[in-house]
């Protein structure tokens, strides 16, 4: 019961309000990865599984996931954090890598940021985030992510923090 409750405690931490650091509240958005995330190409198709819970690998080789986030037309820097919950149904560590891309406004000069995570054999939960931090500073505008996902890994949900109104 336990594990199973899990993929519902990422989703709620990504969702969960929390305080800027100049005392705003935060806005939080939480997307559960079937609806956001897909192969990159068609050739991941038939080892990717869009199950309820998580987009899945079930092949025997990284297949690459590509999930975009909502955002408004002409919108300014205002995602101060995202978020990726991940999963690992295999019997041996995974790896998993992403790149969070900033597509600026325009969509000319995109950041790139190079994040990965260890996840346990049959670990229920991992959670990858990207930072104003790691972008010198700078919110984003219009975060996507691509991932290598090895056999056995899965993404259950992507989340962000709005540190204004957008």
């Keep these: 019961m336990l594990k199973s409750l899990l993929p519902l405690a990422a989703i709620a931490a990504l969702a969960s309000p ?74 041996v560590e995974v790896i998993v890598n992403c790149t969070l891309v900033d597509g600026r406004a325009g969509f000319s000069n995109p950041v790139y940021l190079v994040n990965s995570i260890k996840i346990a054999p049959n670990a229920p939960l991992g959670i990858l985030t990207w930072a104003a931090a790691d972008n010198g500073g700078d919110n984003f505008v219009y975060p996507a992510i691509s991932c290598a996902l090895p056999p056995g890994a899965g993404i259950i949900a992507v989340g962000r923090e709005i540190a204004s109104a957008l």
């Design 18 to 91: 929390s305080v800027a650091t100049a005392g705003t509240p935060l806005e939080t958005q939480a997307v559960m990865a079937a609806g956001t995330c897909q192969s990159a190409l068609p050739v991941f198709d038939g080892v990717i599984r869009k199950r309820p819970l998580a987009v899945q690998n079930e092949g025997d080789s990284s297949a690459f996931i590509t999930c975009g986030m909502e955002g408004v037309l002409n919108a300014s820097a205002v995602t101060s954090e995202v978020t990726m919950a991940l999963t690992n149904t295999a019997d």
